[in-house]
């Protein structure tokens, strides 16, 4: 039997992989237990939870303890609708895109090794923002240590090939195969949580071929799909090229597959400049946990404004909202 995971277990646990504290841990953990369907096939899940449960409730138990005077790089804080973490070899322009999308402070040299740490900025698309994050150049030979966390707990992953470089199809094979060596694969739609502990984790994602204004980049751009077309999605676009540039926040506002949704107070006009971001296949639960804090339990019905219902309507709290919506929530 499936296993069929809703779009809330998919949700909490992004952020139980993202939790900075054993509070956030805890809180994840328990959505994922409320959400996952109880039944035979997810007998071993259900344990695996049990314990991670357990041991979480344990850290909150334990004394505080002094914080560490280190602090992890490689732990970036999720902020905006969604992560984008950037991944490539030397020199193949993840600065620049990053630079050109957002203010982040970031180091744009020719020559390799420039950005000797992750730098997070954000790119606006329309009324959201999306978090890139600029990191250091990996090889075949070397992975930073901080890596594999940073790729696992974002939103999607961005693997950035150089179409001038002789060595393009070398580079961009390593990066694919860093990440599949880690258990994480990328695909051209929605997370796929492993069932299993050792099943590889699916995290959308594809490869965007840079500096298309050089010449014979075409040709070598065509030679990428051919070859590894199969195991990746690849767009193309030149960083320089300002108008080619800013079509990226919209195809990663599509990648990290999430819907904004207006609220409305009842009697009152909705905000439309702040809206609530949620996974791709949320209902009126998932929205009410953001509005509400823990008190979504009050929530006893909504009227919608949006794709395929007549203008406030009243619909079931399992009723799935799709991007720019606009809900009244009543108590």
Known sequence: MALNLTPQYHDADARYRAAQTPQEKLAALEEMWRELPKHKSSEK?????????????KALQQPAKKASSRIDPFCIPKSGAGQVSLIGTPNVGKSSIVGGLTHAHVKIAEYPFSTALPAPGMAPYEDVQ???VDTPPLT????????????????ALL?????????LLEDAETCLDQLAERGIE???????????????????????ANKLDVPGAEDNLEL?????????????????????????????????????????????????????????????HTLARKVYRGLEH????????????????????????????IVELHT
């Open 45 to 57: 899940m259900q344990a695996e939870l049990k314990k991670k449960l357990s041991a979480a409730r």
């Open 140 to 155: 075949a030979d070397h992975v930073p240590a901080g890596f594999p966390g940073l790729w696992r707990s974002a939103d």
């Open 159 to 167: 693997v950035v090939a150089d179409l001038s470089a002789d060595s």
């Open 130 to 132: 999306i978090e890139l």
């Open 186 to 208: 990328l695909v051209d739609g929605p997370r796929e949580v492993a069932s299993q502990p050792d099943t590889t984790l699916k995290v959308p994602g594809f490869m965007l």
């Open 224 to 284: 990428l799909r051919e070859l590894l077309g199969a195991r990746a999605r690849i767009e193309a676009l030149s960083a320089l090229d300002e108008p080619q540039l800013a079509r990226l926040p919209e195809m990663l506002f599509r990648l990290i597959d999430v819907v904004r949704v207006y609220a409305k107070p009842p009697g009152k006009k909705p905000d439309l400049d702040e809206p609530f971001v949620l996974p791709r296949g949320g209902d009126i």
């Open 298 to 325: 009050n929530i006893r019905s909504a009227r919608i404004w949006g794709h395929n219902v007549a203008d406030g309507q009243q619909v079931h709290l399992d009723h799935i909202l799709h991007d720019k919506d």
